[in-house]
């Protein structure tokens, strides 16, 4: 019984050095405002009312679309470090006469000492009805977004050669709490 007992302690050290060591490897943190999460906003269609946050909906696009470009991505938590510090910032606006979506990412890319190595904006445009699945539309139109941010970064040479050239100026691993320097963005009473 003693044996299987130490083995057990053995077997879960090995599975929690493992994951520790996953998360020391990872390459990029993505950063989204908790107001993303928390703050609603509002598209409208004529009477009908449509609330939702940007976060939960960003994150996942954000998320995937990074890791096929650069491999590990971890949402910026606790103290968690990567090569690159990307902080993603969703905008939405609905038209209603035209029903289409308009969305923008914007997204600024910091290294570990916290030098802007760049900022990449995109628009996308996404014709679809609030009333009929938004959220489909809404994903489409971030996705759009998102697509157009990761071309822009794999056409900027210097930001590819700094991912991957370690050796580079940022040798250091950007840490998550460096968020609390960064310049804040105005808060907006509205998604536009």
Known sequence: MKNII???IMVLGLISG???KAEEAT???LYIQPYEYTNEIKLMH???????????????????KLTELYGNVAMCEGNQTGKMLIWVQPRM???????????????????????LMGTYAVDSVQ???????????LKKAYTKAMDGVVAKMKADSQLQSAMSNPASTSTLDTPCSM???LPVPKIRAMSF
């Open 127 to 137: 014709y679809g009805s609030l009333g009929i699945k938004p959220e489909h539309w």
């Open 18 to 20: 493992a994951t520790t």
């Open 179 to 181: 968020v609390t320097l």
């Open 27 to 29: 390459n990029v943190l």
């Open 6 to 8: 130490v083995k057990l």
């Open 46 to 64: 004529y009477a009908q009312e449509y609330w939702y946050a940007q976060g939960p909906i960003v994150e996942p696009i954000a998320k995937e």
């Open 93 to 115: 606006f609905y038209n209603t006469q035209l029903q289409v979506f308009y969305g923008k990412i914007t997204a600024n890319v910091y290294t570990g000492i916290g030098k």
